[in-house]
């Protein structure tokens, strides 16, 4: 089971890469600016997490993470139509690059320092802080602080997960991923939290 | 006398994390961008300012920092009115909340390091930096780099408090909260620094 | 040779700063505002590198690094005709300082993790991550992020470095500053990314 939370976290942070890059895309940026903002919303947020919490930063452990990044700046550098065309998709991918996320950055913090309030605050950070940068770097005006579903939905994951672990129940992790999923999915069917549709 | 000095430092975190809320308010965001918005300023210099150090960041260790921030942010969403009228208590109240950051960041640097140009810059960084994030997240011009005798009363404060320290002086952390306090209400008085007022 | 490279350093910190205070200067920002500009590009992109790190941050082990950009903001401030009258010089001094950065910051890394694409990474880091952040808070798109052979440059340079020491070829340091120096010179000679030129 924690084997599958991985390879979705791997996802999520192709996903996460895809959203930076396609916005480098729309302000036509070069190749540094695909990179660079892709790796804002894929390693950003677990980035600050750890250093906050004083450990080894996740992608220099796991190179995975900057390939992937890698990866996925140069796909859209170079086909960006496809991706760009892929809206759908991508929004729901992205939902459960969030919901993972959220998940992931809460049980870290919570192995590392056994506190579930940090562990629930580091959570929302893991997920969201990243795509704040991406934005303020492409001088857009935070997509995460206008479309209320999406930041809800990661506070929501992690405050289930961290519930679960403390009540001892079992499946947490899939608990967390879950609550987010369907916090977030509520909001993308409802129409009014899509990714950057809200942007100025 | 320090007691009075910690309860001045949580009622600056506090006031500090209004003016994050008011921004987020202003800028017509969600709750979560009321939080985030306020959590810059209330916790983002110190924050830096223990990364920098490499010592435990301080809201983890003392969870008072986030509920302060928390209840600002909400009581602003939900009752701004009130508390956007109060501009000129607002004002002296950051005044304080400035004072004494400097002075506090200041003195946890040389606690660490013994350093006094570090503790000096820590000052200014625990007391600034954070309102320049918020000011960067909301896409205003930063705040801090136009008025100047905000900074400058931040490094005022600092730089006397570590003047007290080095000569032996006693009450030193006082007598750096009442030059930056006396810095800052100068400029307050002259009309020319007013938080915010001279944004674009 | 590796003291021509320290002073290198020192030169390349001033240069940097230089380029914040500049700016700085066209956004009618007042001393501190110079000041800050200054220190983002002058230590911000190593500070980024030595916390991700972790390990001690460069600029409180050696007061230097804070002396010259401070240096170079008062100078600024208080003579910027001269100073932006040299705007050739500038470029090259600059070119200069981005490819010392480069190398040094993978080096430094190199040194500390011993693994060569975190090496890069992070030498490419040094060199930019700094402007990036002088650009955002001035609220100007990122220059790094448009002129394509600016970060292409420390790119090379750190990969330049990095394949000679995998090698075991000596001067590895002045194999990847010539490196850096040669595609950054040949962006200027081309004519299509002086830095700041191209803003909005």
């Known amino acids: ?118 562990a629930v605050v580091m959570g929302v950070v893991s997920a969201v802080a990243g795509g704040i940068i991406r934005d303020v770097i492409a001088n857009d005006p935070p997509m995460v602080l206008r479309s209320e579903i999406y930041a809800t939905a990661a506070f929501l994951g992690a405050l289930v997960y961290g519930g679960f672990v403390s009540l001892g129940w079992p499946l947490a992790e899939w608990a967390g991923v879950l609550a987010a999923l369907a916090a977030r999915g509520s909001g993308i069917l409802l129409g009014w939290s899509l990714p950057r549709s809200s942007g100025s």
Request: charged content about 15%; some cysteine.
């Open 1 to 118: 089971m924690i084997e599958v939370l991985d390879a979705l976290d791997y996802l999520g942070v192709f996903v996460f890469a895809l959203s930076g890059a396609l916005l480098a895309s729309r302000k036509d940026m070069d190749l540094f600016g695909f990179i660079v903002l892709a790796l804002m919303p894929a390693i950003g947020g677990g980035t600050i997490r750890d250093i906050v919490l004083d450990v080894p930063v996740f992608w220099i452990e796991d190179k995975n993470y900057l390939l992937l990044t890698l990866m996925a700046a140069v796909l859209t550098f170079f086909g960006c139509r496809q991706i760009e065309r892929a809206t759908r998709p991508l929004v729901w991918l992205d939902a459960v690059g969030l919901s993972v996320f959220c998940v992931l950055g809460a049980a870290k913090t919570l192995h590392i320092t056994g506190d579930a309030v940090v």
